[in-house]
């Protein structure tokens, strides 16, 4: 998950991006700040991968707010004004957005973002991973996943620690979890391998649990080996 960090002074402009912000499965926003200096505290306080950044803003402008960072995080501006746009570039910025910012023009944006060779590396397989629920994320060790069950537009993840409902695609969810550890048996079921109980014909046992092996996918159970 990355951690997103609103900084406009525009009440409409902050509401559209966290709009666009919280209905992408990749992406967390952290808070949004009306002020430079706002957000300084916040980026002391917790880690922030990414700043949506205007630049017209009372007090501190989003330029020299930037150029005041030792390390700052990845920046995308985004101004009514195209004047910027060189400051922007030379400031290393992942894009410059302009007012007001579409849905497909914040996209390409997230397309150069996720390139970025800091943000592949926080990508990287763990042995848990944050899932965004109920506006909050909440750690989840791989471990503890049995298996997940795919419910139109939500993933339902079983757990040790009981069931979680989390919006995003049985795709991305894939590529979130290690290949290594969890497998798809069924268009609608990813099970965790290291809780296989038995394996038959149709059907696949998981923690007492009877899921359905797709016919597409029992190829892929034979090569298990188990």
């Not at 917790?46 to 390390?71: E, H, T, Y």
């Not at 195209?82 to 570039?89: F, L, T």
């Not at 149709?202 to 649990?209: D, F, G, L, M, Y």
Request: glycine content about 4%; aromatic content about 12%.
């Amino acid at each position: 998950m990355i951690n997103c960090l609103i900084v406009d002074d525009e009440p409409l402009a902050q509401d559209i991006l966290e709009g666009y912000v919280n209905d992408h499965e990749k992406l967390f926003l952290v808070k949004k700040c009306s002020t430079a200096f706002e957000a300084f505290e916040v980026l002391h306080q917790q880690q922030i991968d990414v700043l949506f950044l205007d630049i017209r803003m009372p007090a501190l402008n989003g330029i020299d707010f930037l150029k005041s960072l030792k390390n700052p995080p990845a920046v995308i501006f985004t101004t009514a004004f195209s004047e910027y746009a060189v400051n922007s570039y030379e400031l290393d910025a992942v894009d410059y957005l302009l007012k007001p910012i579409t849905i497909e023009r914040f996209q390409k944006s997230l397309e150069k973002l996720f390139k970025l060779p800091q943000l592949e590396v926080k990508e990287q397989i763990k042995a848990y991973t944050y899932f965004k629920v109920s506006g909050q994320l909440l750690k989840v060790l791989h471990n503890d996943i049995f298996y997940v069950q795919s419910i139109k537009d939500y993933m339902m993840l079983y757990t040790r620690n009981g069931n979680l409902m989390v919006h995003m695609t049985m795709k991305y969810l894939c590529d979130l979890l290690p290949e290594n550890q969890f497998i798809r048996v069924h268009r609608s079921y990813l099970i965790n391998t290291n809780y296989i109980g038995s394996i038959g014909k149709s059907k696949i046992h998981i923690n007492q649990v009877e899921i359905p092996i797709g016919t597409n996918y029992r190829k892929d159970i034979l090569n298990l080996g188990v």
